[in-house]
């Protein structure tokens, strides 16, 4: 499948400039909050508490709402995960904010492109788990 095939079927579109300095304004506040601890931002249950990262999360999520960008709520072990034999750490630590990028090569003179998912912590869950609320764009 080449990559226009690719685009055809996926229906990938670029952000524009104004939805990346968004994104960017957002994602600037959310490394400011995580730059020091804080030991106080879930509750007991595991659900965060904080009125800053709360309004983070709603930032993000009425940005993709605005400019229809794909969000999905991800589960995933903890790193490191916990050995074998050990009981499972309640209200394991998770980090905060994570991102990954995936560039897709063209064929003949297209140049591809690029795909960033970056996932911010929504719920730090019981038994080695944290939940993420992941924003995938295409570059």
Same mark, same amino acid.
């Given at each position: 499948?080449?990559?226009?095939?690719?685009?055809?079927?996926?229906?990938?579109?670029?952000?524009?400039?104004?939805?990346?300095?968004?994104?960017?304004?957002?994602?600037?506040?959310?490394?400011?909050?995580?730059?020091?601890?804080?030991?106080?931002?879930?509750?007991?249950?595991?659900?965060?508490?904080?009125?800053?990262?709360?309004?983070?999360?709603?930032?993000?999520?009425?940005?993709? %709402? /605005?400019?229809?960008?794909?969000?999905?709520? *991800? !589960?995933?072990? =903890?790193?490191?995960?916990?050995?074998? #034999?050990?009981?499972?750490?309640?209200? %394991? /630590?998770?980090?905060?904010?994570?991102?990954? *990028? !995936?560039?897709? =090569?063209?064929?003949?003179?297209?140049? #591809?492109?690029?795909?960033?998912?970056?996932?911010?912590?929504?719920?730090?869950?019981?038994?080695?788990?944290?939940?993420?609320?992941?924003?995938?764009?295409?570059?």
């Amino acid at each position: 499948m080449t990559t226009t095939e690719f685009r055809t079927k996926v229906k990938v579109t670029r952000r524009s400039e104004a939805q990346k300095r968004e994104f960017a304004a957002i994602e600037r506040r959310a490394r400011a909050f995580m730059v020091r601890e804080h030991p106080d931002m879930f509750d007991a249950d595991g659900n965060v508490v904080d009125a800053t990262w709360l309004r983070i999360l709603a930032d993000l999520d009425a940005w993709a %709402a /605005r400019h229809k960008v794909r969000m999905k709520e *991800t !589960e995933r072990d =903890r790193d490191p995960p916990v050995p074998e #034999g050990i009981a499972p750490i309640i209200l %394991a /630590r998770c980090p905060s904010q994570t991102m990954t *990028t !995936e560039h897709i =090569r063209g064929t003949g003179g297209d140049p #591809g492109f690029t795909i960033e998912t970056s996932c911010y912590l929504k719920r730090r869950g019981l038994f080695n788990r944290c939940v993420y609320n992941c924003y995938t764009q295409y570059l």
